[in-house]
Every structure is written in C-alpha cells, then in structure tokens.
C-alpha cells in the first residue's frame, strides 16, 4: 500500500502500511532488541539496526540473545533473530542509507544503557551523520527502570550530559530516604520488577514508534453527509467541523513536537509505575522537551 496524502479536503489520506516503516535503531541493548522483534512481529520489515558491540552476559540473560551467540557483534546477532521472527523482514546494519525526513515514514530509536553500577557507565552505539530533522525518540534502561524521552527530531536529541542527568534523578527518586542497611543502592536487573519493566517498555516504546508514523492518518474520518431534512438552514453537514458562523478549526502542526499529555515530558517507568521527569535546566537540550 502507497501512502498518498489527500488533493481535496474531502479526499480520504491513505494510511501507510506497517511495510513501509522505516526504523533506525542505534544501541542493541536488551531492551531495543526486543522493542525490534516486537516491530517485526506487527510486520515492520524495513529495519535498520546497529551496535558493534559483542553480545555480552548480561544481554543472554536479559534479553533475546541466545547464548550460542554470546562474543558476536549485536547487531550481526539481531539480523539473524529478526529474519527467524518474521521471513518478510530485511534487516540491515547501514545507518549511511537510511533515508532522510522526506520520508514521512523513518523514525530513529535511539537508545543508552547503564551496563555497570556507576552513571559514568552510560553507553550507547557511536552517532552515525543523519538528517538532522529525523524524529527521535530516545530511551535510557538502568537496571530496573527505564526513562523515554518525547519525540524530538536527530539534531535536538538529549545529550550524554543530558541523559546522565536523567539517570541520577531516576535513582533519586525511587531511593527516595537514604537506605537501611543490606538493601541495595542500584535497581537489581534481574528482579521481578525489572522483568516487568522490560515487558511493559517493549510494548510501550514499539506502539509509540507506530503511532507516531500512523497517529494522523489512522484517525477515522466522517464522511460528509447531507443535513437532516428538519435541520435548519445554516446548520453544516456532520462530519465537516465548521461551526454555523465561524471558520474551520485549527489542525494541530505536524511535525516531531510531542502534544500535550504524557508523551510530552520526560517518563520514568519502573514496573507498573510511571512518574514525570524534568529535564536538566542546566542544558539547552532541555529546551526542545520543555517547549520555551
């Protein structure tokens, strides 16, 4: 299916099919391995993953890898698993050809990882030269919990110091008073909670990469109708939006600015709970999450 936006204004838009999807997802951490599969398996095939980065013991025990692949690059291991998962998906590790913003349909999950059990720690896959106006959604996983950015475009994406930031206020919150001893000061990630963590992201951050390439064609539309044969004269056909003396409202811009609601701050997620974040106000990257 082609996606063809609509000449007329009563002309229906074709939605794009989930084919036509184009997802570059950087760092292969246990998370966005399987937010990937989970993209594959809602029939996603145009998938363009990269981390050079070896499949480690961590990723075997968290994540899909098997541990028959443990030493090999993630990315060369993730290509494999995503042509088992789905047969119709050609995955690929080529950040150079993916395509730029003139392609309504290509998004970038960007993703860093705390590995260790020190913020100094963070990580993720080295930035490759993209369009600077390519939506972007970035994620940090720190052992238990998870914080997702709001969809911002490549060039105004957080900053490590940004990302770190957001990593010590996570722990911060959820330690909350200072511990009693023999409790630990690190989200465990091997716990019941960081298990329900990684389950309940995966299908978070997988249904907003859809939704945010599908949000303004999926919407149904009413098709215009002739008015009842009792309405008054001034009365508009339903369907159409116009009020009997005033103009059309607003359709809200497009583009990569998140609306208002949840999607439109810093989340911090750790098992069923989710709580708002601030971005650092220190940096000027907390200016495209903040809207000023």
């Known amino acids: 299916m082609t996606h063809r936006c609509p000449t007329a204004p009563e002309e229906p838009c074709v939605p794009p099919a989930l084919d036509e999807l184009r997802v570059l997802a950087l760092g292969l951490d246990p998370l966005t391995a399987a937010v990937c599969l989970a993209l594959a398996e809602a029939g996603v095939c145009l998938l363009n993953v990269r981390d050079p980065a070896p499949v480690g013991t961590a990723d075997v025990r968290h994540g899909p890898y098997p541990a028959e692949f443990q030493g090999q690059p993630r990315e060369l291991v993730l290509r494999t698993l995503l042509r088992r998962r789905s047969p119709r998906c050609a995955p690929l590790s080529a950040p150079e050809l993916f395509p730029s913003a003139a392609v309504p349909t290509a998004v970038v999950l960007h993703t860093w990882s705390v590995p260790g059990d020190l913020v100094a720690d963070l990580a993720t896959a080295p930035s490759p030269d993209l369009d600077p106006a390519l939506p972007t959604l ?32 996570a722990r911060r919150a959820f330690r909350g008073s200072p511990p009693t001893p023999g409790e630990p000061l690190l989200p465990r990630q091997d716990g019941t909670v960081a298990v329900l963590t990684r389950t309940v992201a995966t299908g978070e ?25 009792d309405a008054p004269p001034d009365v508009p056909p339903a369907g159409t939006g116009t009020a009997p003396s005033g103009p059309p409202p607003a359709r809200p811009p497009s583009g990569t600015q998140s609306p208002d609601g949840p999607d439109a701050c810093l989340v911090l997620r750790r098992g069923l709970t989710v709580l708002p974040l601030a971005p650092d106000p220190r940096c000027l990257c907390s200016l495209a999450f903040t809207g000023l």
Do not use: K, M, Q
């Open 138 to 169: 970035s994620v940090v996983r720190d052992g238990g919990y998870v914080v997702v950015w709001p969809l911002t475009d490549w060039a105004h994406r957080p900053c490590r110091a940004c990302v770190a930031s957001a990593v010590r206020e």
């Open 205 to 229: 951050i997988a249904g907003r990469l859809l939704s945010h390439v599908l949000r303004d064609d999926a919407a149904p539309r009413a098709a215009p109708s002739d008015p009842p044969h």
